[in-house]
Protein backbone atom coordinates (compact mmCIF):
# COMPACT_ATOMS: atom_id res chain seq x y z
CA UNK A 1 0.00 0.00 0.00
CA UNK A 2 1.56 3.51 -0.66
CA UNK A 3 0.71 6.28 1.14
CA UNK A 4 0.38 8.72 -1.27
CA UNK A 5 -2.06 6.03 -3.20
CA UNK A 6 -5.53 7.92 -4.38
CA UNK A 7 -6.84 4.74 -4.77
CA UNK A 8 -4.98 2.79 -1.73
CA UNK A 9 -6.81 5.68 0.04
CA UNK A 10 -10.10 4.47 -1.23
CA UNK A 11 -9.82 0.89 -0.25
CA UNK A 12 -8.46 2.03 3.29
CA UNK A 13 -11.83 4.17 3.46
CA UNK A 14 -10.02 7.54 4.03
CA UNK A 15 -11.53 8.82 0.58
CA UNK A 16 -15.17 7.93 0.01
CA UNK A 17 -16.25 6.51 -2.76
CA UNK A 18 -19.57 4.92 -4.00
CA UNK A 19 -18.39 1.21 -3.69
CA UNK A 20 -20.13 -1.30 -5.93
CA UNK A 21 -18.58 -4.64 -5.34
CA UNK A 22 -15.71 -5.80 -3.12
CA UNK A 23 -14.01 -9.01 -2.10
CA UNK A 24 -11.10 -10.09 -0.50
CA UNK A 25 -9.02 -8.88 -3.76
CA UNK A 26 -11.04 -6.46 -5.42
CA UNK A 27 -12.72 -3.68 -4.13
CA UNK A 28 -15.13 -1.41 -7.60
CA UNK A 29 -16.53 2.37 -7.39
CA UNK A 30 -18.20 4.54 -9.56
CA UNK A 31 -15.80 7.24 -11.30
CA UNK A 32 -16.03 10.15 -9.79
CA UNK A 33 -16.27 11.69 -13.38
CA UNK A 34 -18.39 9.31 -15.48
CA UNK A 35 -18.09 9.30 -19.49
CA UNK A 36 -20.98 7.11 -19.30
CA UNK A 37 -24.09 6.16 -17.45
CA UNK A 38 -22.37 3.06 -15.57
CA UNK A 39 -18.54 4.34 -15.23
CA UNK A 40 -16.92 2.12 -12.49
CA UNK A 41 -13.08 1.41 -11.96
CA UNK A 42 -12.43 -2.24 -10.50
CA UNK A 43 -8.97 -2.21 -8.65
CA UNK A 44 -7.01 -4.68 -7.25
CA UNK A 45 -6.91 -4.30 -3.27
CA UNK A 46 -2.84 -5.15 -3.72
CA UNK A 47 -1.06 -2.10 -5.28
CA UNK A 48 0.46 -2.17 -8.22
CA UNK A 49 1.24 1.19 -10.72
CA UNK A 50 1.03 -0.07 -13.76
CA UNK A 51 0.47 -2.97 -16.05
CA UNK A 52 4.15 -2.45 -16.76
CA UNK A 53 4.67 -3.66 -12.79
CA UNK A 54 2.96 -6.52 -12.60
CA UNK A 55 4.70 -9.65 -11.63
CA UNK A 56 3.70 -13.15 -12.43
CA UNK A 57 1.93 -13.68 -9.19
CA UNK A 58 -0.43 -11.06 -10.35
CA UNK A 59 -2.22 -12.85 -13.15
CA UNK A 60 -4.66 -14.26 -10.82
CA UNK A 61 -5.21 -11.44 -9.18
CA UNK A 62 -5.60 -9.27 -12.57
CA UNK A 63 -7.96 -12.41 -13.69
CA UNK A 64 -10.23 -11.36 -10.68
CA UNK A 65 -11.14 -7.72 -12.05
CA UNK A 66 -12.65 -9.55 -14.55
CA UNK A 67 -14.50 -11.86 -12.45
CA UNK A 68 -16.01 -8.56 -10.87
CA UNK A 69 -16.65 -7.23 -14.04
CA UNK A 70 -18.83 -9.96 -15.40
CA UNK A 71 -20.46 -9.96 -11.70
CA UNK A 72 -20.90 -6.43 -11.64
CA UNK A 73 -22.19 -6.01 -15.76
CA UNK A 74 -25.15 -8.83 -14.64
CA UNK A 75 -26.04 -6.77 -11.00
CA UNK A 76 -26.24 -3.51 -13.56
CA UNK A 77 -28.28 -5.47 -16.01
CA UNK A 78 -25.54 -4.82 -19.00
CA UNK A 79 -23.89 -7.79 -19.72
CA UNK A 80 -26.24 -8.75 -22.71
CA UNK A 81 -26.65 -5.46 -24.63
CA UNK A 82 -22.70 -4.77 -23.65
CA UNK A 83 -20.11 -3.18 -21.72
CA UNK A 84 -16.36 -2.06 -22.39
CA UNK A 85 -13.70 -2.63 -20.18
CA UNK A 86 -10.32 -0.48 -20.15
CA UNK A 87 -7.05 -0.69 -18.70
CA UNK A 88 -4.58 2.28 -19.39
CA UNK A 89 -1.22 1.77 -19.13
CA UNK A 90 1.20 5.16 -18.69
CA UNK A 91 0.76 8.80 -20.03
CA UNK A 92 0.25 8.34 -24.08
CA UNK A 93 -2.61 5.87 -22.92
CA UNK A 94 -4.42 8.61 -20.63
CA UNK A 95 -3.46 6.74 -17.24
CA UNK A 96 -3.74 9.65 -14.30
CA UNK A 97 -3.79 7.44 -11.68
CA UNK A 98 -1.02 5.41 -10.92
CA UNK A 99 -2.72 2.03 -9.18
CA UNK A 100 -3.95 -0.37 -12.07
CA UNK A 101 -7.71 -0.03 -12.20
CA UNK A 102 -9.86 -1.61 -15.36
CA UNK A 103 -12.60 1.02 -16.31
CA UNK A 104 -15.85 -0.23 -17.17
CA UNK A 105 -18.16 1.58 -19.06
CA UNK A 106 -21.92 0.75 -20.29
CA UNK A 107 -25.64 1.82 -21.15
CA UNK A 108 -24.73 4.06 -23.89
CA UNK A 109 -23.59 3.52 -27.02
CA UNK A 110 -19.62 3.57 -27.46
CA UNK A 111 -17.35 4.24 -30.90
CA UNK A 112 -14.21 2.89 -31.71
CA UNK A 113 -11.54 3.68 -31.98
CA UNK A 114 -11.52 5.60 -28.82
CA UNK A 115 -9.87 9.15 -28.86
P1 LIG B 1 -7.14 6.77 -15.84
O1 LIG B 1 -7.17 8.02 -16.66
O2 LIG B 1 -5.95 6.73 -14.91
O3 LIG B 1 -7.28 5.50 -16.62
O4 LIG B 1 -8.45 6.80 -14.94
C1 LIG B 1 -8.50 7.41 -13.70
C2 LIG B 1 -9.96 7.60 -13.39
O5 LIG B 1 -10.08 7.88 -12.00
C3 LIG B 1 -10.61 8.78 -14.13
O6 LIG B 1 -11.69 8.29 -14.91
C4 LIG B 1 -11.06 9.70 -13.01
O7 LIG B 1 -12.30 10.30 -13.27
C5 LIG B 1 -11.12 8.78 -11.82
N1 LIG B 1 -10.87 9.43 -10.54
C6 LIG B 1 -9.91 10.33 -10.27
N2 LIG B 1 -9.96 10.71 -8.99
C7 LIG B 1 -10.99 10.02 -8.43
C8 LIG B 1 -11.54 9.99 -7.11
O8 LIG B 1 -11.09 10.65 -6.19
N3 LIG B 1 -12.62 9.17 -6.92
C9 LIG B 1 -13.14 8.39 -7.92
N4 LIG B 1 -14.19 7.64 -7.61
N5 LIG B 1 -12.63 8.40 -9.17
C10 LIG B 1 -11.57 9.19 -9.42
ZN1 LIG C 1 -2.44 2.18 -4.66
Not at 36 to 58: F, G, Q, R
Request: glycine share 6%; net charge negative; with cysteine.
Amino acid sequence: PMSECLFCKIRQGEIPADIIFENDDVLAFNDVNPQAPVHLLIIPKKHISTVNDMVDDDQLIMGKLFSAARAIAKQKGVSDDGYRLVVNCNEKAGQTVFHIHMHMLADRALTWPPG
